[in-house]
């Protein structure tokens, strides 16, 4: 073999044997002298629930994928939460919060409802934790629309259950300080 390959191989595997080496040291040293990372205990957290429903009124944009929130109001009865959608063709479906959750393949003619409704105070009825309901500003049709259903918010949390859970603990320091140890992200 030619001496250049020769030497162009060894350079080659002094440089891999220096990167696995350093790779090494950087982990071990996020964490403890074990190598593991050091996690805080779990934490408590207070979690609101809503006891209320919401009746979410929604105007068809495009056929079946787009719409525009035009009022919400809140309702006694949390599992008579319902969508009323105004569609394109002049009709009005009334839709079950409760069944949608339920059979996510159900009402495929409004595919695109779903995801209005988990950025508005139908939320709610889909999370369990009133701190994931945030209306989005750009699902409503006007300022108005929003602001109500904004201050809304408001009227849920004032009318809802708490509850302590524990929470994961968190990285202290080192490599994902800060972060989550949870595997969907974090």
């Known amino acids: 073999m030619n001496k250049k390959i020769i030497s162009g191989l060894a350079l080659t595997k002094k440089m891999t044997l220096a990167a696995a080496i350093a790779a090494a040291i950087t982990l071990q040293s996020c964490g403890e002298k074990d190598g593991s990372p050091r996690i805080k205990d779990a934490q408590e957290e207070t979690v609101y629930e809503s006891t209320q429903g919401v009746i979410t009124e929604v105007e068809e944009i495009e056929p079946g994928n787009d719409y525009k929130i035009i009022d919400e109001r809140l309702i006694d009865e ?3 939460s319902i969508a009323i959608v105004h569609t394109l063709e002049g009709t009005v479906d009334t839709l079950s919060l409760r069944k949608m959750k339920e059979d996510k393949s159900s009402y495929s003619r409004h ?3 779903r995801g209005i409704l988990y950025y508005s105070l139908a939320a709610s009825y889909f999370n369990r934790s009133l701190r ?6 750009s699902n409503y049709k006007n300022a108005t629309a929003y602001n109500k259903s904004s201050s809304l918010k408001n009227d849920l949390k004032s009318t809802a259950t ?3 859970v524990s929470v994961p603990g968190r990285s202290s320091r080192g490599y994902g300080s800060g972060k989550s140890f949870r595997s ?3």
């Open 132 to 137: 994931n309901v945030t209306p989005n500003q």
């Open 184 to 186: 969907f992200g974090g």
């Open 78 to 80: 949390k599992d008579k």
């Open 111 to 113: 595919s695109g409802l």
């Open 162 to 164: 708490s509850r302590r």
